[in-house]
C-alpha cells in the first residue's frame, strides 16, 4: 500500500512553467506505474501522462503531449510532472495515482486504487 500527495499547485500566467510533485509513503513508487489525471470543474477526470514501472517509458494524453513530461525521483520516493507552455484549458485539480489494476486501461481513472487528494493549477490568460 502507499500513500500518495500532490505538492507544487499554484497560479501561473499562459505561456509559464509549473512542476508538480507526487510524494510517495510507505511503499516505494518504483513498484508501481504512476500516472498524473486532472479534472476541471464540471468536467469529468481527464488522463494527462503515465509512468511505467517496468522500463520508465510514458504514455501521453493528447492535450497535452509535446508540453508535459512525467519522471521519478527513486531516492525521494517522489514522481514529477512538468508542465511547460501551459495554457488556460490546463487550469484543473492535479492528482497522482498508482496501483493500476491488471487489465485496466492507463487512461481510465477506475484502473487505479490509490490516490492523492490532488493540487489546484491555474493558468491565468
Known amino acids: 500500500q502507499v500513500e500518495l500527495v500532490e505538492f507544487g499547485g499554484g497560479l501561473v500566467p499562459a505561456g509559464g512553467s509549473l512542476r508538480l510533485s507526487c510524494q510517495g509513503s510507505g511503499r516505494t513508487l518504483r513498484s508501481y506505474d504512476v500516472s498524473w489525471f486532472r479534472q476541471a470543474p464540471g468536467k469529468e477526470r481527464e488522463f494527462v501522462i503515465r509512468?511505467?514501472?517496468?522500463?520508465?517509458?510514458?504514455l501521453e494524453g493528447d492535450s497535452v503531449k509535446g508540453r508535459f513530461t512525467i519522471s521519478r525521483d527513486n531516492a525521494e520516493n517522489t514522481v514529477y510532472l512538468q508542465m511547460n507552455s501551459l495554457k488556460s484549458e490546463d487550469t484543473a485539480v492535479y492528482f497522482c495515482a498508482a496501483g493500476q489494476r491488471i487489465g485496466g486501461p492507463s487512461s481510465r481513472p477506475d484502473s487505479y486504487v490509490y490516490w492523492g487528494p490532488g493540487t489546484q493549477v491555474t493558468v491565468s490568460a
Open positions: 509512468l511505467s514501472r517496468s522500463d520508465d517509458t510514458t
